[in-house]
């Protein structure tokens, strides 16, 4: 019998999940069928509950509902516990089991696609809302030399660094916190924009002091062009630019081998949904 997932958010039309896990299932040979779910705003464990009643085998999760979808979990694995939210869902007997890929895409994307190893880097993060959370603990594993989080309101930077220090034993200063201004005679190997400003078309306020000709400079949002942060990235001289196309296709990716035990390739994937950086 085809075993069924769906990935559940509103809106939900934009979402390239379906496309991504029916290419993986036919590359892979699973026999799975993908829809998309618009779940209702006010009745989303309901949504939820009747996919599973008529055999959903797992869900992925978007906008609104990823901090719902973890409080509706009976299992709550790590990486989705610390970042108070999740994107993926598998469903086992009884439990509803949550997971969280974002982070470990991102990292995947930016190791294995765009050839930058992050062990020993300087890494600096912009923003401390739900995407920051999602990848501090992968990028931690990585061992970066430092990882900073700027962010315009500095007390929610410090929350999130002390969750992880109550979870990890961290040395000496690997993770810091601060406002944009407070790393402006620093320079990073990496700068990710996690804040939702490319949404709006705004620019995080990140010192271009901060940008070498060798800092990848990553836009977390995918499919805008050339970002206001990236175009700062280039205009500080910055030769590596990138967004987070690879991100998405690479948490789809783990999400599907967590759910099939069976790794697709995503090189076919990322190509087909890359928009150009112009
Ligand atoms: P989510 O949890 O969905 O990521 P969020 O918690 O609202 O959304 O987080 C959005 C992030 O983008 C925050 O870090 C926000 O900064 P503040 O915490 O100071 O509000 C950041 N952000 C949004 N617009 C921004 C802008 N124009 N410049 C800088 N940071 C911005």
Known sequence: MT??????????????????????????????????IEGPLDGFAGAV????????????????????????????????????ATNALKFEGDEVIADNFDGIGLV???????????????????????????????????????????NRTVSKAESLVQALRGRRKLHGDILVCGAYGDFGHERFDVILNATSASLKGELPPVPASCFGPDTLAYELVYGKGLTPFLRLAQQAGCRQVADGVGMLVEQAAEAF????????????????????LV
């Open 108 to 150: 995947n994307d930016i190791q294995r696609n765009l050839g930058v190893a992050l062990a020993g880097k300087r890494v600096l993060l912009l923003g401390a809302g739900g995407a920051t959370r999602g990848c501090l603990l992968p990028f931690l594993e990585q061992e970066p030399a430092l990882l900073a989080i700027a």
């Open 3 to 36: 075993d069924r997932y769906a990935v559940i958010g509103n809106p939900i039309s934009q979402s390239k999940s379906p496309l991504i896990h029916t290419a993986y299932a036919r590359s892979t040979g699973q026999d799975l069928a993908y829809t998309a």
């Open 257 to 276: 081998e967590w759910w099939r035990g069976v790794r697709p390739d995503t090189t076919a994937v990322i190509q087909q949904l890359t928009v150009p």
């Open 49 to 84: 509950q009747a996919f599973r009643a008529a055999g959903g085998r797992g869900m992925n999760v978007t906008a609104p509902f990823k901090l719902q979808a973890l409080e509706l979990a009976t299992v709550k694995l790590e990486r989705a516990e610390l970042a108070g």
